[in-house]
């Protein structure tokens, strides 16, 4: 299925986009958070700050720059100043532990590494002392807004821009082009590892302007955006298509519906895009009917299966009058979309059409196209599709083949008039609350401790995150663990989404005739194991005295 329209449409570079929205739009506020709020002109005035003194630290045209921090407006000027110049995003998760982290930044060398002192009881720019990373060091700055200068800080860094001249500034500006690589987001895969996703300037652009134009994002409107900007969703939905947009955009650290509901009356908040968790929050939320929320006109959603009963309760109960869903991964941000058009019935079980200018196929295991309602892998080729993995040339020639068909390891079915469903996955991978979870990479990082022997991990399902993990352990002789024990090992070492909420310690694991795990009866075990929490839960709440 193809869909080419504006299939010629160019365009330049992030630093460039911004020039010209600020041109156009200077008074218009362009980002907010709880400290601080800048017009598109002030935002093009601080980015190009930002840009000078990046060069004064010797970033360079090509050279990676992490941000390890949650969403502010230091956390966009640092990006788009370091961007503008021909630096390469690397966003880290806040989430992740340290010895995630740690991989990540090792193995990206980055120069600058923009880091929060203190989110959630972590200070991210003490643990980067304590890591062992690339040779040279990186500079790390703390992204936290100080008046005073301190040595290390943000304010600090910002001092420097005095040392570079506008001529050279300008001179590095225009020498980034829209082929030019914008970005490296990493994922997980199969392996166990991430790997670093590299996107150019042109499509990150045209994707997010192209996603924003289909859920009916126009200029004025105003965007919360609690996606994390370490995420595409955050970063390219959220952000970037706010700008090219011309809507404006305000962050939150983090998801408090209590928060959320005052922002939305407070601010007039008309957008908001979101995993299926965020609305089911507010919805049940009791301030709710007490909160003006005529603002809200759009909702965007997906990342995991949006139930029908809430896409209903999205329009009926928050007010929307649009609902749109979308489908992609890191490789590829945006492969269908709905749109404002598409029928209100549908959006919970169809992802969506092509975005223009992309080729979106049904394959079977040949490679073969199948027919329509047949189900089979979904390819996609076009614009959106990432240059590849980050000096990984094996596993890009793995997940895009020699016709630049990206192969996503989801399997899903057309219908007659172009709408996707996803209806599996041949990847081994669930996902959290609209984040991805790949049992290889959890697998790999809890096999570290040394009181295990083997594990294996799969998804299930949970009504509130859609999904969660369910681990199968197998303890090294002379252990003695238990299903406690073995959730506590995970949080200490990775991300608390994908920290397993269920565990079972078990002698072995199933294999085939190649020794491979199968997963197949643990998932059978998994629901089961959920299925008894599920009405643990409900025998407890009806046990509970009510008044």
Known sequence: ?????????????????????????????????????????????????????????????????????????????ATLGCVSVGGILVPVSTRLKSIEAADILRRSRPRLVFATGDFLGSNYVSLLSDMELSSPAPTVIDIRPSRAP???????????????STEAHQRATSE????????????SGTTGFPKGVLAAHSQVLRGSDLYFQSIGVREGDRVLCINPLFHAFGYKGALLGSLLRGASVYFEETFDA?????????????????????????????????TDLSSLRAAATGGTMVPPALVRSIGSELGCETITTAYGQTEAPTIVCMTTDDRPEDISEWAGRALPGLEVRVVDDAGRPVATGEPGEILARGFIVMKGYFEDEEATAKTIDADGWLHTGDVGVFRDDGLLKITDRKKDMFIVGGLNVYP???????????????????????????????AFVVPAAGERLGPDDVIAIARERVANYKVPRYAEIVTNLPRNAAGKVVKVGLRARAAA?????????????????RD
């Open 1 to 77: 299925m193809r869909l080419d329209s504006n299939a010629d449409a160019q365009y330049g570079s992030l630093g460039g986009m911004l020039e010209t929205q600020a041109a156009r739009l200077g008074d218009q506020l362009a980002v907010a958070d709880c400290r601080r709020r800048l017009t598109y002109a002030e935002l093009n005035e601080a980015v190009g700050v930002a840009g000078r003194a990046a060069l004064a630290h010797g970033l360079l045209r090509g050279d990676r720059f992490a941000v390890w921090a949650p969403n502010s407006v230091e956390w966009v000027v």
């Open 529 to 545: 194991m959920s299925g008894a929490a599920a009405e643990s839960a409900a025998d407890d709440t009806h046990s509970t005295p």
């Open 176 to 187: 980034v082009t829209s082929d030019d690589i914008a970005d490296m987001l990493f994922t």
């Open 150 to 164: 301190e040595p290390g800080s943000f304010a600090a860094f910002l001092d420097t821009a005095t040392t570079v």
């Open 258 to 290: 209590d928060r959320a509901l005052e922002l939305i009356e407070t601010e007039r908040i008309s957008v908001l895009p979101a995993p299926p968790t965020v609305f089911s929050d507010l919805i049940a939320h009791p301030s709710r009917h007490r």
């Open 440 to 470: 290889a990479e959890v697998e790999a990082i809890m096999s570290a401790d040394p009181r295990i022997a083997e594990l294996a991990i799969v998804g299930t399902s949970d009504e509130r995150l859609g999904e969660v993990g369910a």
